[in-house]
């Protein structure tokens, strides 16, 4: 049986999204606002050390340059490397033996017997992003951006734009924003047909994928100490949504994976996704609560709760601590299957994918700010634990299914570093 | 490639928003008579308007978290030594809740003009300030001639041409 | 049990009651001492959030809802 990819997880990665570099305009717009005016030049560096319990691991440095005018305006620059190696889950389901997989090159790996079976990768990424931000008339501010990033099969190039106003002296403002982006995905050995037995192939070729996204947010200050704001999105893709590795276990009557047999997953064609979020940060008598509520649905069943708390406690010599909970629950995509009946009919679309599976997340986080002494610049190292876990003992298990966990918990940990240095 | 339809559907909601809750900044010049104050200054003693009858007033609302007021300082210092020989008095009234941070702010900004402390705001309130910081012009029978918001260098250049005008009547 | 609304009209909905009482001026202009400090914001580690993003995109279903500007000085 073959397996084609020795990279099945780029697939993981290949997503680069406009929400980042949306958010990365609006670290842009703050910036411009908050700092003092003497500064010319702003210096940010943020280092991410992520590593998945056997499985993968990413090392992500962004640096981004900043040049500020007296006027309010600013242009800045930012480049990002991803390094990422460790194994993803190929979508095929645990069975009660050794699994083996031959990838195309003829590398050879064996999941044990109660485990996801996963493949292994490496992959490499950078990132270049380039922006601006112009304020207008002292209540009005445009912000705009363009990101372009490469990795061996996937290549995103796409560009945001945002506009803000503010009404009532400064206590309301109203932002509006769009991006677009059109990506292409050229995975290594090809593309399979979706949905069928991965023998054969999609003409070569790169396969395009665009997002648009327009996203509006009102905030509100309302009162010395308190304000909220309400943000809403919708982002359109289409083009070839599907992952182009993974793949959907053909299950036999007694629940076991048909060992000669697979199925490529499909998707459809498009995604229109809505978010909805709401956010209040709240100043006690030095320390500060943000919490955050955020309602997700789209039209491929997923609709999900995140919950977002941070408490910053500001500590004596002025630095501080910022713990961090998120909690996290989604349903699945009404496509997502843990294997299909091997003689079955082959629906319209299906995917094992577990990010589109029903799966809940919690985060514990701590965040230390730190200034060192004769040094102006400003630091940050951050600790977080992710804890994913999905419902895997679904009514519809078969067989020796029933008695494995087709969807078992995962833990993250990450260390996150930042500076920053205005000069 | 297009636009989602609700995206499209949602400007007009936002056009509409920008007409009708349009924000002012400055005003236009008035001939009303400025606001009484008396208020206690850092030396110790006290500033009152109408001890100031006769000079030209520059009153500058300022607060020690406030960017464009650690800009301004340095501009009001030059503008109190050019024109105090021609009449002109700059009185710079605080507005921090906590006297130690004015403090602060004016150790790393020196000052050379006067500063007075209204940590209510009740002078600030009977002057109507619309932002930080608040700059108005008072002539020498206590009318107000220019007020603005904010502070860059354009807007000085405007104020100092105005001063000028006022000490030379 | 989540109940379907339609979205924009929430959308709208939730709009109208934050932008109403336009008039109301419950924040003077000289007391956002609170407001101005750097940690009022509703973002205030933004390269932070954005590798955040990046993260929780790789290993979820959901995406969106990025905040707006807001809050602050008030400077002019």
């Known amino acids: 049986m073959q397996l084609s990819p020795t990279r099945p997880a780029t697939a993981l990665r290949l997503r680069l ?40 691991v990413v090392i992500e440095p962004v640096a981004r340059i900043t040049r500020l005018f007296e006027s309010g305006q600013s ?29 195309a090159s003829g590398t050879v790996s064996t999941s044990t017997a109660n485990q996801v079976p996963t493949a292994p990768f490496h992959d490499f990424r950078g990132a270049l992003d380039l922006g601006g931000v112009q304020p207008l008339g002292g209540i009005a501010s445009i912000a705009a951006s363009g990101h372009y990033s490469r990795e061996k099969d996937y290549t995103s190039r796409g560009g945001t734009g945002q506009f803000s106003l503010d009404l009532d002296r400064h206590l309301i403002t109203v932002t509006v924003g769009g991006s677009l982006y059109r990506d292409t995905v050229t995975p290594v050995g090809g593309i399979r047909v979706p949905l069928s037995d991965g023998t054969s192939f999609l003409p070569e070729g790169a396969l395009p994928r665009r997002t648009s996204e327009g996203s509006a947010g009102i905030s509100r200050v309302l009162s010395r100490r308190w304000m909220v704001s309400l943000n809403g999105s919708r982002t359109h893709e289409e083009g070839y949504l599907t992952e182009p590795y993974k793949i959907v276990s053909l299950i036999e009557g007694d629940g076991t994976p048909s060992p000669d047999s697979l199925l490529t997953e499909g998707r459809p064609g498009t995604r229109n996704r809505n978010a909805l979020m709401a956010s209040s940060v709240y100043h006690l008598t030095d320390d500060v609560l943000y919490a955050s509520y955020r309602y997700y649905w789209d039209d491929w069943g997923v609709r999900s709760h995140t919950l977002d708390l941070k408490y910053h406690e500001e500590l004596p010599l002025h630095d501080y601590l910022v713990p961090h909970l998120r909690l996290y629950t989604q349903t699945r995509a009404d496509f997502f299957v843990f294997g299909l009946p091997q003689g079955g009919a ?50 519809s298990a078969i067989g020796v299914q029933q008695q494995l966990d087709l ?17 | 490639m297009s636009l989602p339809r609700s995206w499209r559907r949602l400007s007009p909601l936002f056009l509409g928003i920008v007409l009708a809750c349009c924000a002012r ?14 208020l206690k200054t850092r030396s110790g003693g006290v500033v009152a308007s109408d001890s100031l009858r006769g000079k030209v007033v520059l009153v500058d609302f300022w607060a020690s978290w406030c960017a464009p007021c650690q800009r301004s300082f340095p501009w009001m210092g030059e503008i109190a030594q050019r024109y105090a020989p021609r009449g002109l008095v700059v009185v710079a009234i605080n507005l921090d809740r906590d006297r130690d941070l004015a403090d602060d702010f004016l150790a790393h900004h020196p000052a050379t003009f006067a500063i007075a402390y209204d940590p209510g705001g009740k002078v600030a309130d009977a002057f109507h300030v619309k932002g930080m910081p608040s700059t108005f012009l008072i002539d020498r029978d206590g009318k107000l001639l220019h007020d603005h918001i904010g502070f860059d260098t354009r807007k000085a250049g405007q104020l100092e041409a105005l001063i000028q005008e006022a000490c030379a009547r | 049990m989540i109940v379907r609304v339609r979205p924009l009209a929430l959308l709208a909905i939730l709009a109208a009651a934050l932008l109403g009482g336009c008039a109301a001026t419950s924040v003077k202009p ?17 390269m932070e959030s954005a590798i955040d993003e990046h993260i929780y995109f790789s290993k979820e279903g959901s995406t969106g809802g990025a ?5 602050g000085c008030g400077c002019n």
């Open chain 1, 17 to 56: 999204r406009a929400a980042a570099a949306a958010l990365l305009a609006a670290g842009a717009v703050n910036a411009a606002r908050a700092e003092t005016p003497a500064a010319r030049w702003q210096f940010d560096a943020t280092g991410l050390g992520y590593v998945e319990r056997s499985r993968t």
């Open chain 1, 75 to 103: 242009l800045w620059l930012q480049t990002t490397l991803d390094a990422m190696t460790g194994a993803s889950p190929t979508g095929a389901q645990p069975s009660g033996r050794v699994q083996t997989v031959t990838s």
């Open chain 1, 346 to 395: 082959v629906p319209r679309y299906a995917t094992s994918d577990l990010r589109l599976g029903p799966l809940h997340s919690v985060t514990l986080g701590l965040t230390y700010g730190f200034t060192l002494p004769d040094h102006p610049g400003e630091f940050t190292i951050r600790g977080e634990y992710i804890h994913q876990w999905g419902d895997g003992h679904p009514a």
């Open chain 1, 407 to 423: 969807f078992p918990g995962e833990d993250v940990y990450t260390v996150t570093g930042g500076y920053t240095l205005r000069f």
């Open chain 2, 25 to 38: 900044t400055g005003a236009a010049a008035d001939a009303r008579p400025a606001p009484a104050f008396s």
């Open chain 3, 30 to 46: 000289w007391d956002r001492d609170l407001l101005a400090q750097k940690r009022m914001s509703f973002d205030p580690r933004p």
């Open chain 3, 67 to 71: 905040t707006a500007g807001g809050g």
